[in-house]
């Protein structure tokens, strides 16, 4: 998209890039989707406050976060916290990130570099037909 428009180069750290990553997130989940003829629903999440989550898989199974940041923060959990006060149901909550390393939050939040997301995406691991 960015090549075909002239919005110059993505730089690191800029909104342009946050865009670009959270697009790529959604395409990797939306081919997995139709890949392996998963009828899973993919949806948006939004509070009236303005608390978002990018991607929420069926009725709150696993909730997803795209964050182009190379080292998460708790700023960056804030979607995924609200989600599982509202949703309690949620079975798994996950930031993909540029951070190097996988973590889990104190609270149960998965923190997967972007490699790591797509590896356990593609191999099945993160959201189940």
């Known amino acids: 998209m960015n090549y075909a428009t002239p919005r110059g180069r ?7 890039v946050g865009k670009a990553f959270e697009s790529w997130v959604h395409h ?5 989707r139709a890949y392996h003829d998963f009828g899973f ?3 948006f999440w939004r509070m009236a406050s303005g608390i978002e989550v990018n991607f929420v898989v069926d009725d ?3 909730a997803i976060e795209a964050k182009s940041s190379a080292q998460v923060n708790e ?9 599982a006060r509202e949703h309690p149901r949620v079975k798994r909550r996950v930031v993909v990130s540029l951070d190097t390393r ?10 997967l570099p972007a490699r ?3 590896e356990r995406l593609w191999g099945g691991d993160l959201i189940e037909g």
């Open 41 to 43: 629903e993919l949806a």
């Open 28 to 32: 990797e989940l939306q081919a997995y």
């Open 116 to 118: 790591t997301f797509v």
């Open 60 to 62: 709150v199974r696993v």
């Open 75 to 83: 700023s960056h959990l804030k979607g995924l916290r609200e989600i």
């Open 10 to 16: 993505l730089e690191p750290g800029s909104e342009l």
């Open 102 to 111: 996988a973590q889990r939050t104190e609270g149960g939040i998965e923190i």
